[in-house]
T-cell receptor
């Protein structure tokens, strides 16, 4: 089964800087990879999807890269704001329309 | 649209009691999922359904049963609750993969404590 690794330690950055979160996986490369945001006490919310044949995807201040050789995805938030503070989950296709989620990385953006 | 709703929001059970968690979606999604989320474990798939009347096991199905009698509803049952089932349960739904849209929409969660 797919194993996903995300930094378990919280990432602390200052407002205005770029936050970079890492998602590493083992075994097979999935057809696509997704990133979700989760706020305390709430369900995850979809942010971005990137397919195996795409190197990079952007949406406003968000950018995701997908390197199938390194088996790694990087998630960037540019010009970060305190409102970006949350836990970010990486999820990989793991079967017929199912996802395997990483444990998530908490991002704290200080003013 | 209400999106994905879950009932109840909180529940406390005694060991051995049974209960049913209800998930409803109004987006006409084909697929529905039940996850549990525990500290340090992340989201784990319990059961899922790719259409009305069909269900399949996920990563951690033991101790749970599910039913999808109507397209908009997905029920998760605990027949005999155990303290190990103390968790936050999330329901999610998505369109069919044949539509090329794979994102999942999550409900607000049900916090279950088994004493």
């Amino acid at each position: 089964s797919q194993k996903i690794e995300q930094n378990s330690e919280a990432l602390n950055i200052q407002e205005g800087k770029t936050a970079t979160l890492t998602c590493n996986y083992t075994n097979y490369s999935p057809a696509y990879l997704q990133w979700y945001r989760q706020d305390p006490g709430r369900g995850p919310v979809f942010l971005l999807l990137i397919r195996e044949n795409e190197k990079e995807k952007r949406k406003e201040r968000l950018k995701v890269t997908f390197d199938t050789t390194l088996k790694q995805s990087l998630f960037h938030i540019t010009a970060s704001q305190p409102a970006d503070s949350a836990t970010y989950l990486c999820a990989l296709e793991s079967g017929y329309s199912t996802l395997t989620f990483g444990k998530g990385t908490m991002l704290l953006v200080s003013p | 649209n209400a999106g994905v709703t879950q009932t109840p929001k909180f529940r406390v059970l005694k060991t051995g009691q049974s209960m049913t968690l209800l998930c409803a979606q109004d987006m006409n999604h084909e697929y529905m999922y039940w996850y549990r989320q525990d500290p340090g474990m992340g989201l784990r798939l319990i059961h899922y359904s790719v259409g009305e009347g069909t269900t399949a096991k996920g990563e951690v199905p033991d101790g749970y049963n599910v039913s999808r009698l109507k397209k908009q509803n997905f029920l998760l049952g605990l027949e005999s609750a155990a303290p190990s089932q103390t968790s936050v349960y999330f329901c999610a739904s998505s369109y069919s993969r044949w539509l090329g849209n794979y994102e999942q929409y999550f409900g607000p969660g049900t916090r279950l404590t088994v004493t």
